[in-house]
């Protein structure tokens, strides 16, 4: 784990805080936009999935069609492609500045172990043909182990998910 990582994450003797959960938000959007994709990839627990529902009604990601429904081995086959020397749409990389606001923990349950937060969040990312955004709001389902919070699930509701997209291969 790195030095930002353990300083954003309490330990179980600790209470969930505001600045915990903020912090841990703001350290992952940071490795995502310094892509640090491996320790990303390792915020998420085990069986951790990251989803990006096609309507912002969706509750259930396997029985309707989602723009991106990804457990560990779909996650790592992602960073793989995005590291590929020859994945034409990173030539050049793509490079993203995540903003995130609105941060409200909206549950603590299992005496803190699990949390729920809600935030808001804009990303632009460029690649070669230009920049675009991205903007909507973030659920994530955390864990509280003693390595500090890990993400359970990921849910990245797109103000615009029913529009039509250049495929979204970066993390959101």
Same mark, same amino acid.
């Given at each position: 784990m790195t030095e930002a990582?353990?300083?954003?994450?309490?330990?179980?003797?600790?209470?969930?805080?505001?600045?915990?959960?903020?912090?841990?938000l703001y350290l992952e959007a940071r490795?995502?936009?310094?892509?640090?994709?491996?320790e990303w990839n390792e915020l998420f627990?085990?069986?951790g999935k990251y989803w990006i529902p096609l309507a912002a009604d969706?509750?259930?990601?396997?029985?309707?069609?989602?723009?991106?429904?990804?457990?560990?081995? +779909?996650?790592?086959? *992602?960073?793989?492609?995005?590291?590929?020397?020859?994945?034409?749409?990173?030539?050049?990389? #793509?490079? %993203?500045?995540?903003?995130?606001?609105c941060i409200v923990i909206e549950a603590v349950a299992d005496h803190g172990k699990r949390i729920v937060v809600g935030s808001s969040?804009? +990303?632009?990312?460029? *690649?070669?043909f230009g920049q675009r955004t991205f903007a909507g709001l973030a659920?994530?389902?955390? #864990?509280? %182990?003693?390595?500090?919070?890990r993400i359970l699930e990921k849910r990245v509701d797109l103000i615009n998910?029913?529009?039509a997209f250049e495929p979204i291969e970066v993390f959101i």
């Open positions: 990582a353990s300083r954003a994450e309490p330990s179980l003797d600790n209470q969930v805080t505001y600045e915990s959960v903020r912090d841990f490795l995502l936009d310094q892509r640090k994709f491996e627990t085990p069986d969706q509750h259930d990601p396997i029985n309707h069609l989602s723009l991106v429904y990804e457990d560990a081995m +779909m996650r790592q086959v *992602r960073i793989n492609r995005l590291r590929h020397d020859r994945a034409w749409s990173q030539q050049p990389a #793509s490079r %993203t500045s995540h903003a995130i606001s969040f804009h +990303m632009s990312e460029w *690649r070669n659920t994530h389902q955390l #864990s509280l %182990t003693t390595d500090g919070y998910s029913g529009d």
